[in-house]
């Protein structure tokens, strides 16, 4: 009787383990996703600077309501 509650306990302990370790392969694949976007965007910009252009980044300026 007893090897069916330890079986119970070990499968238990398999799936938690199996679930950390997706749920840590899932943060780093949107972390490594979020890093490449970043790093795309940074390269477009220093190509553009590269390139002698002057208006690479828009600037956003609030809009103010009219009266």
């Known amino acids: 009787m007893q090897g069916q509650g330890e079986d119970r306990r070990e499968g238990e302990a398999r799936r938690t383990a199996a679930l950390m370790g997706f749920i840590i392969i899932l943060v780093l ?3 490594g996703i ?3 976007r970043e790093l795309d965007k940074n390269g477009r910009l220093e190509d553009c600077l ?3 252009r002057k208006n690479c980044a828009p600037i956003e300026a609030p809009l103010h309501p009219r009266l």
């Open 34 to 36: 979020v890093l490449v």
């Open 29 to 31: 694949a949107i972390a």
């Open 50 to 52: 590269m390139a002698g």
